[in-house]
């Protein structure tokens, strides 16, 4: 059995796959957990909201690993928590009967990254799809992305160009690497800060939806590159 604790909202009926929301940094499960109704309305999918494993002394909530520098993960708390969600998601697959070709993996900023790792390391098993809210692909001594097996996943990437926290460099290199691998990459661009903005949640749920009906056998192909225009911001943090 896992040892991350998890919160879970079922699907209405029958689910069609299955959602992972990993927060950010300083929060804790329950962070992304509204998120659920937000990006799937009509209860489709089973979703789960992992706690991250590690607390620091005078830091609120729950974090993924230690940040010695932006974009460089601690390699020894990455490495935990790297094998404590891939054993989650593989119960997880065991006990819903939801296999990784049938799950969307996402999260803000520590938590993208930690999407990224888990649904882009070599080691691991491609999921459907990856929602990539200002986060990084990290860089970090143990783990490597395996960007040219196929099915590979199709990503969703969305990034505040005055994001004080993680520079939207990072996403536009992602998108860089994940493009030039023929990763499917839908990005877009806010004028906004560290933050998942109400126009993001937006798009990423029109993107969700229509992964949907292609998630059994994988998520549709979907090329793209779009600019908005800022909107009040729904804060999370780092």
Not at 29 to 55: C, F, S
Not at 146 to 173: C, N, Q, W, Y
Not at 177 to 187: H, K, M
Request: glycine residues 12%; without cysteine.
């Amino acid at each position: 059995m896992s040892a991350l604790l998890t919160r879970e909202r079922p699907a209405a009926g029958e689910p069609t796959g299955l959602l992972v929301l990993h927060h950010g940094r300083g929060t804790d499960e329950l962070d992304l957990l509204g998120l659920a109704d937000v990006l799937d309305p009509e209860r489709r999918l089973h979703v789960v909201t992992p706690r991250g494993p590690l607390t620091l002394p005078g830091s609120p909530g729950y974090h993924w690993y230690l940040v010695p520098r932006v974009g460089y993960p601690d390699p020894q708390t990455f490495a935990a928590a790297y094998r404590a969600l891939g054993e989650l998601h593989d119960e997880l697959w065991r006990r819903t009967g939801l296999g990784p070709e049938r799950t969307v993996l996402g999260g803000f900023s520590m938590g993208a990254v930690m999407s990224y790792a888990l649904g882009l390391g070599a080691d691991r098993p491609a999921p459907a799809a990856i929602l990539a809210f200002s986060g990084f692909m990290p860089s970090v001594e143990g783990w490597r992305p395996e960007l040219a097996r196929r099915p590979s996943p199709a990503v969703f990437i969305t990034h505040g160009r005055s994001d004080p926290v993680i520079s939207v460099e990072f996403a536009r290199e992602a998108e860089r690497r994940l493009r030039e691998a023929g990763i499917a990459v839908a990005y877009h661009e806010s004028g906004g800060g560290h933050q998942i903005e109400p126009a993001q949640l937006s798009l990423a749920r029109e993107w969700l939806s229509a992964r949907l009906g292609g998630v059994p056998g994988g998520p549709a192909a979907a090329q793209g590159s779009g600019r908005e225009q800022p909107r009040a911001a729904e804060p999370r943090r780092a």
